[in-house]
């Protein structure tokens, strides 16, 4: 290893994923030495898990905050800087993969990153600051002459020629699904172009938990993304356990872990049944819309909300399973291994399922890797990055899931890297729930510490759920950052659809299945 | 071909025989109705308050009041709780040092009024009737809905979802969501209504011809549900459009969504 890369490395403050440290251990850095820092972990092969910005200690100042991943070394790393003045150095024409955390560094606190080769709003509400990067008046944010803060405005990037076409798709989608706003640029069929407008469904979550934690805190977790319940719940209590130093028990992270488990099994079997509906092949479709409500069930089974409401509680578990309890879902998990196997084993030896799956929407392993990407869908574009392998935390420090990559990166590859983790989340849950170690399922949390700062990272089914907190000098939360998946892999979407039909939008759409209301907070 | 006819033999019939047959199981750790039984509450009841220790603050008990994170639970007039505002968390029934207030397993919630889903001593839900008859004879044989996810959170949303699956099959009571509000009868809305999602459900709302009904699935979109005061939301469909089915829940039971719906189309009382 070179001098040079040494120094980056001492410049940040290493950590694990989930603990928590003392918040003046992070070092200040100046702006371009900060920027330089996440420049060469990059080059060296570590990744962004967040950026994002913080009131500073200092007054009128901006800090910014980045939170490294280093899979390799399983271990985090962070760094800060303060920007005072109203613009930083965008560095994403060096580094790509923080496109999106500018661009809402520049909406919540009116800091402009000078550069930025597309800089629009991301969710469209009005700064935190009361200071805008846009110019935009304070206190109007979706007034009629507001055009560029409304949602689905600032203008597109845009294709000109006579053959070009544009096609506006949405907020109000044809399904039952969330709403966003799709432009394809098109020539004919072929898309040239999408982007990908949000913030619809935006509601203040981040704003909402300042000054926490408060009661609704693990209820603002338990709906950032309805799908993700457990994953970021899961994260939410990290957040509080790590800064009470709260020990939680085996068994309760045991149980934790298997609720994570089932709501992949859940979502990876819904969206096999979907893929296929979308390429017409209504067999499995039908089976996998059953099967599905089956693993929701498994999930009532243990806590009565078919979506884990209730199961992620502060400390631990809000339900604990007897042996009745534990041979009913081992049988049912067997049920499910069966009927999933007859159904989904249909895709991969049926002709014309796999003529619609192999070749479209490619994302490039070097894309996912510039971009960012996470979850299956950067494993289907063969990175191998995974939480529960890389930033082990809870019971996935001692039950090891490997990462399993496929190559292709195409709807093939994500589509089969979801039946594999079906594999794995079976095996996984079945060993669990045969080995339940004793102990409580819940133990109490104390008063947060005060100036500290945490991460707690966990692999969603969409890929990595990221909380970052940090308390103020009295223990409470003076920024709650949240990073979902979606976050990080609508750009991955947007970037699969160059050179493809726009009439396999939709299958490329579904092979990713991203959250609208994860990503908008 | 022969492997999908196997597996089509291995999968089955698996379509719910309900509302002509029983409805099938709930989970049995399922949070559905609640009953309030106001003698055993310490707040409201005198003898519960001396009968129970000096934790229920001598007649001032608030356990269940400060429990509730959307200010469902209320102490004045006596104990009641607003099912229209609960998360079904039961954070409520868990502080009660009484058992004053328990969660049954009871999924039929859904009601036409918003008043109708405050819970009481000696009150429990009014369940929905069925549409005037002018609206049901038009709707009650065919009922084609336009959904609109409006700051849900996509639990709501995959619990509607789920009724058009095979074990649902809500096609068969002639109900349908459609893709464009032009062909709907009337908009089933998820969420808290977000600032960014008003004026695209006012247009949708605009384009459906005619008469036409609105539906609030989830707290969140009878109410505000975590999102309640947010000033990114409006706290509940209510806020912008006359609802003629309130049907609560965080999220509602598939089966809770299924009985509103046949409950709006008379076909179970």
């Not at chain 1, 008063?447 to 759920?465: C, I, K, Q, T």
């Not at chain 2, 004026?199 to 699935?217: D, F, G, N, Q, S």
Request: neutral net charge.
């Amino acid at each position: 290893m070179s001098p040079a890369l040494n120094e980056s490395r001492t410049a940040l403050r290493t950590f694990t994923n989930g603990w928590s440290i003392d918040h003046a251990s992070i070092p200040v850095l100046d702006p371009e030495a900060f920027a330089q820092a996440i420049v060469d972990a990059v080059a060296e092969g570590r990744r962004v898990v967040a950026l994002f910005g913080a009131e500073a200690r200092q007054q009128d100042a901006t800090a910014l905050y980045v939170v490294l991943a280093d899979d390799d070394e399983n271990l985090l790393a962070a760094a800060r800087t303060e920007i005072t003045g109203n613009s930083f150095a965008s560095l994403t024409p060096r580094c790509p993969q923080v496109h999106l955390f500018e661009r809402e560094i520049a909406e919540q606190y009116g800091l402009v990153p000078e550069g930025h080769p597309w800089l629009k709003p991301v969710r469209h509400h009005a700064s935190w600051t009361g200071r805008d990067a846009w110019g935009r008046e304070a206190g109007e944010p979706n007034l009629p002459g507001g055009e560029l803060i409304a949602p689905g405005g600032g203008g597109f990037y845009r294709l000109e020629g006579e053959e070009v076409h544009e096609v506006a798709v949405g907020p109000v989608h044809a399904g039952i699904i969330e709403p966003g706003h799709f432009r394809f640029q098109c020539q004919g069929e072929l898309v040239h172009h999408l982007e990908i407008a949000l913030g619809y469904q935006h509601r203040g979550v981040e704003r909402a938990m300042l000054g926490g934690p408060h009661a609704k805190g693990i209820h603002y977790a338990e709906t950032v993304a309805g799908d993700t319940t457990i994953a970021h719940a899961t994260s939410y209590c990290q957040v509080l356990e790590s800064l009470s130093r709260c020990q939680k028990t085996a068994r309760s992270q045991a149980l934790r872990g298997i609720s994570l488990e089932l709501e992949r099994l859940a979502n990876h079997v819904g969206d096999l049944g979907a893929l296929a509906g979308d390429v017409g092949f209504l067999p499995t479709a039908s089976f996998c819309g059953r099967i599905r409500g089956d693993v929701l069930n498994m999930t009532a089974r243990l806590c009565g909300s078919r979506f884990g409401r209730g199961m992620i509680r502060p400390g631990g578990v809000g339900f604990d399973v007897d042996t009745a309890r534990i041979d009913t879902l081992l049988r049912e998990i067997d049920a499910f291994d069966k009927d999933a196997h007859a159904a989904i084993n249909l895709l991969w030896s049926t002709p014309s399922v796999m003529a619609r799956f192999e070749g479209t929407g490619t994302l490039p392993r070097q894309a996912a890797l510039d971009l960012g990407i996470v979850g299956p869908a950067a494993r289907a574009s063969g990175l191998e990055r995974d939480v529960r392998q890389d930033q082990p935390c809870g019971v996935f420090r001692f039950a090891h899931i490997p990462a399993s990559t496929v190559e292709s990166g195409d709807v093939f590859g994500r589509a089969y890297m979801r039946w594999l983790e079906i594999h794995q989340s079976m095996r996984f849950i079945r060993e669990q729930l045969r080995a339940m170690p004793a102990g409580a399922r819940q133990t109490p949390v104390g008063a947060l510490a005060p100036d500290s700062f945490v991460a707690a990272l966990n692999e969603g089914w969409r890929g990595e759920v990221c909380h970052v907190a940090i308390t103020d000098e009295a223990g409470r939360f003076s920024r709650y950052k949240i990073v979902d998946a979606s976050f990080r892999n609508w750009s991955g979407l947007a970037y699969a659809l160059r050179g493809q039909q726009i009439s396999d939008f939709p299958l490329c759409n579904k092979s990713f299945n991203l959250s609208y209301c994860g990503f908008d907070l | 071909m022969l492997k999908i006819l196997k597996a089509r033999l291995q999968q089955g019939h698996r379509t719910i025989r309900y509302p002509d047959g029983p409805p099938p199981a709930v989970p049995d750790r399922l949070r559905g109705a609640p009953v309030i039984d106001a003698g055993k509450c310490a707040a409201t009841s005198a003898a519960a308050s001396a009968a129970t220790s000096a934790a229920t603050l001598e007649g001032n008990c608030r356990a269940c009041v400060d429990a509730c994170p959307t200010g469902a639970v209320s102490l004045e007039n006596g104990l009641s709780l607003d099912l229209g505002r609960c998360l079904f968390c039961a954070q409520c029934a868990g502080a009660c040092p009484t058992g004053a207030l328990v969660f049954t397993q009871e999924h039929r919630l859904a009601a036409r009024r918003r008043g109708d889903l405050l819970v009481g001593q000696g009150r429990a839900v009014r369940l929905a009737g069925a549409l005037e008859p002018r609206l049901l004879g038009l709707f009650g044989r065919s009922l084609k809905l336009r959904q609109v996810s409006a700051g849900g959170c996509n639990a709501c949303e995959a619990d509607v979802n789920v009724l058009g699956t095979v074990g649902w099959d809500l096609g068969r009571f002639g109900i349908q969501f459609v893709a464009a509000p032009r062909h709907a009868d009337g908009l089933l809305i998820t969420g808290p209504v977000t600032q960014n999602m008003r004026l695209a459900l006012e247009k949708t709302y605009a384009a459906v011809p005619e008469p036409k009904i609105v539906i609030a699935v989830g707290a969140c979109a009878i109410a505000g549900g975590p999102y309640i005061g947010h000033a990114e939301a409006l706290d509940g469909a209510g806020a912008l459009l006359p609802v003629d089915l309130f049907i609560p829940g965080c999220p509602p039971h598939p089966l809770t969504i299924l009985d509103g719906l046949l409950r709006l189309l008379g076909r179970v009382s």
